[in-house]
């Protein structure tokens, strides 16, 4: 199931489950977790894009040995909100996981990471972090705003549901 919404994603997921949050470019894509009661995301790594097959094979080993229970793409829509080529080729690796054996069960929620890249570069910039390090590691602390961003959109919705 691919949802854009954070209700749908929600009704998807099993409980105590650790999430996963994504964000896909286009040489890479990086990976952040959050612990299982879905409080902190956490930066994990940086997966070097090589063909889907090869991407695909990289995120199932981190969703089965971090028993990921939901996956969180970050959707790139552009500062009007329309969706340009990143934003397609985002919901196209949600389309494609969505349809292997290793994804098939997992909800998949489509987020709106307008600023990510931009909020990151700042994180780590105000840490003092050499520009080096920056270009290491990037992409999961971009993939770590992203997830916290729906963490904390369904931390919200299940304290409207209490």
């Keep these: 199931m691919i949802a854009e919404a954070a209700e749908d994603f929600a009704a ?11 964000d896909p470019g286009t040489k890479t894509i990086g990976v952040a ?13 940086t997966i070097r894009r090589k063909k889907f097959t090869a991407d695909a094979e990289a995120l199932a080993k981190i969703v089965t040995d971090r028993e990921i229970g939901g996956l969180v793409i970050g959707l790139a829509r552009n500062m009007d909100g329309s969706e340009g080529p990143r934003a397609q080729s ?5 389309r494609n996981l969505a349809r292997l054996p290793a994804f098939e069960r997992l909800p998949i929620l489509l987020w709106d990471e307008r600023m990510s890249t931009i909020a990151a570069e700042r994180a780590l ?4 972090t050499s520009r080096k390090r920056r270009e290491e590691v990037i992409d999961h602390v971009a993939a770590a705003y992203i ?16």
Excluded at 33 to 45: C, F, G, I, Q
């Design 90 to 94: 985002a919901r196209a690796l949600a």
């Design 147 to 162: 997830l916290q961003g729906a963490l904390d959109r369904l931390a919200v919705l299940a304290r409207q549901g209490d």
């Design 33 to 45: 977790v959050s612990d299982r009661m879905r409080s902190v995301a956490t930066p994990l790594l």
């Design 125 to 128: 910039l105000e840490a003092d």
């Design 12 to 22: 998807g997921l099993a409980p105590m489950a650790a999430l996963a949050g994504l």
